[in-house]
């Protein structure tokens, strides 16, 4: 039995009606025998719909979940079982709950006096009697796809593989000129030299921060200051630009 919302509303009303009910003892005949008559009807309806399973002997292999334990989340994995086994247990099971709700429900109007559960069974039994899918399957002829929730043979829960995305062509020797054409030239390489500009006083090199290109002994003056380390002579050599002109 789902337990939809309008299902679950519509015996939250049947309880509430009950309570005004008066039960004179022409109600209580009349409500047995309807409860009698629908137990009957329902036995046999269950009798007839477990015939049919198994004069149809339908044997392909599926995949079913076992039934959810109370208090467990996942179920187990799948059992491999035939239409015919797994619908004839459902049949099997069906029908057993069916007699007992029918001997509870006669136990506990006759030798307890209760008569409200009598007209609660009879709401609720229909309700359950067609949400059974063999009952729907088999008397009402309704096409029910996977009504089981099974996986035939060669089939599994797995979702197909998501396509990967095709890996880019190999560029082509146009594309490669432009790219080569597009990159920055790479600077070049520079021998630095350990002595000092006395100009910069920083490293110099062939290029120095001066700059301005002299070689290593260009410059008699700047190598000279470097040497000596001569803040004067730097200072001299700083301001004289006719001995290293700038």
Request: glycine content about 4%.
């Amino acid at each position: 039995m789902s337990e939809s919302p309008q299902r679950m509303a519509l015996m939250l009303m049947v309880m509430m009606g009950m309570g005004q009910v008066t039960w004179t003892p022409e109600l209580v005949a009349f409500v047995l025998q309807l409860f009698v008559a629908y137990a009957i009807f329902q036995m046999t309806v269950s009798l007839w719909i477990r015939l049919k399973v198994v004069q149809r002997q339908d044997t392909r292999i599926i995949f079913v979940a076992p039934p959810k334990k109370p208090f467990t989340p996942e179920a187990g994995p799948r059992v491999k079982t035939t239409y015919v086994e797994h619908e004839l247990k459902a049949a099997n099971s069906f029908l057993l709950q069916a007699a007992m709700s029918t001997g509870m429900t006669l136990l506990l109007h006759l030798k307890f006096d209760i008569n409200q559960v009598l007209l609660l069974q009879l709401v609720s039994g229909p309700l359950q009697l067609f949400d059974y899918a063999l009952f729907k399957s088999e008397i009402l002829g309704i096409s029910l796809d996977r009504k089981w929730g099974e996986l035939l043979e060669g089939e599994t829960l797995c979702a197909p593989l998501k396509e990967e995305p095709p890996a880019p062509e190999p560029n082509t020797s146009a594309d490669q000129d432009e790219q080569v054409a597009e990159e920055p030239p790479a600077p070049k390489s520079k021998n630095i030299d350990v002595s000092t500009c006395a100009r910069c006083f920083r490293a110099r090199s062939q290029f120095c921060q001066c700059r301005r290109s002299r070689s290593r002994f260009q410059c008699t003056a700047h190598n000279l200051a470097s040497v000596l380390n001569a803040s004067s002579l730097s200072t001299f050599m700083t301001n004289s630009f006719w001995l290293c002109p700038l």
